[in-house]
């Protein structure tokens, strides 16, 4: 796979990816809450950075962008749908656009739910989705701005990614996220393996991310809501949104 991607722990949970496309030399920042970690990854790698990838708009995923682009003179790509609230923004991206990464490419959904002007980057050559706050590994981020129709739809097109896909998400929520799940299917055989994996990778310090879509539509139940048995248990039959809403109520108050 052409592009490297190198996590970059931030702040308590958050995660920032550094991306680099080697042909071209093509160096990016996703969802940057502190430019002086990434400054300091570019200079251990000699790397000089051209992009900063944003998602949305919050903070801690945005705080670095202006630093970073008066350091690095790096151009800023964020959600055309939310472009007044992304720091230094320059290049805007929605739903359907291809987003040119040196030799890479990324199809840009629109993903609102979490923020209204939410986006995901997927590329396809290397398997990799940049998918911010609206998926986490077993999990989905709260709906500060969006509804729970909005946010299925959302995952809804996410789904759709080829299982191959790896899931490179905006926080290490992974571990709380498997708990939670379990309340809502117990018998679940693969989740119930997953979060004994996830245990162990925690307990020995290590990252959980990235996950595969594979993984994240058997053990997910965010992503599972079509599921007519897990509709049945949340009290909605045939609804998958009010199975969704129930599910997400039943997470912020977990």
């Known amino acids: 796979m052409a592009l490297e991607i190198h996590p970059i722990p931030a702040l308590r949970d958050n995660y920032i990816y550094l991306l680099r496309e080697p042909k071209s030399g093509a160096v990016g920042a996703v969802d940057p809450s502190l430019a002086a970690p990434v400054l300091a990854a570019l200079h251990q790698r000699g790397w000089t950075l051209t992009h900063v990838i944003n998602t949305h708009h919050h903070p801690d995923h945005t705080g ?80 500060f ?24 998400c905006g926080h290490e929520y992974t571990q709380a996220n498997a708990r939670f799940a379990l309340t809502v299917e117990p018998q679940n055989a693969a989740l119930i393996a997953r979060a004994k994996r996830v245990d162990a990778l925690r307990a020995e310090g290590k990252s959980t991310v990235p996950g595969t879509m594979a993984d994240e539509l058997a053990t997910n139940p965010f992503l599972r809501v079509d599921r007519p048995d897990l509709q049945q248990a949340m009290g909605a039959p045939g609804d998958p949104v009010a199975t969704f809403a129930a599910i997400r109520k039943a997470k912020d108050n977990f």
Request: aromatic residues 10%; charged residues 25%; contains cysteine.
């Open 64 to 143: 670095g962008n202006l630093e970073l682009k008066a350091a690095t003179k790096a151009i800023v790509v964020g959600p055309l749908a939310d472009r007044a609230r992304i720091p230094g923004i320059d290049v805007a991206v929605g739903d359907g656009d291809t987003f040119k990464f040196g030799d890479e490419a990324a199809t840009v959904y629109d993903v609102p739910g979490h923020t209204r002007g939410h986006i995901a980057y997927w590329f396809k050559d290397a398997q990799a989705l940049f998918c911010g706050d609206t998926l986490f590994l077993m999990g989905c981020g709260r709906l």
């Open 145 to 168: 701005e969006g509804t729970p129709q909005q946010m299925w739809n959302s995952l809804g097109k996410l789904k759709k990614l080829p299982p191959e896909t790896r899931v490179y």
